[in-house]
């Protein structure tokens, strides 16, 4: 739904018919849905969804970012790709076990992958992985500060206990 700012009035809507699990914005007039069927554009200028991306079909999607002219695409079964929206050209990061992605306030990436972050450097698509200690196991959760260069996640896999972990990316 696109909505006047000020007043929260109804000015548009985007249907279609899959089940939208995140987005990102690509300028003020282009975007992606990540949903349960793939990745598909929007023109958010004439609130039209496009076709799926050739290749993104099978997979359902978690997390979007937009980054040096890149879309960072985190898949439900967690393998994490590049997308050159561009050309449409995919290349993948990892392969699997990334649970989360998040950017920092400097622009660079950071995937979860269990007892391990994994810096992403989006203009280069260069890895640097750092490995944590095996009690600070990341769970379900990591965000990114706006203003630091600093990572929150929470280690423990019940809901009854777990720890949340600061992390000083510099």
Known sequence: IVADAAKFIKQGELLFDSSP?????TDSGK???GT???LFPVDLDNLNVGTCLEGTEASGYTSLLYAQDRLFVLQNDGKLISLDPASGR???LHADSCTALVQTASGALWAARGSALVRID???L???RIDLPEH???GRFLTASPKEEVLYFTSGSSTDSCSVYRFQTE
């Open 21 to 25: 699990r995140c987005f990102a914005g």
């Open 31 to 33: 975007g992606y849905i």
């Open 36 to 38: 349960d069927r793939g």
């Open 90 to 92: 995919t290349f993948t």
């Open 122 to 124: 989006p203009a280069t």
């Open 126 to 128: 260069e890895t640097t």
């Open 136 to 138: 600070a196991r990341i």
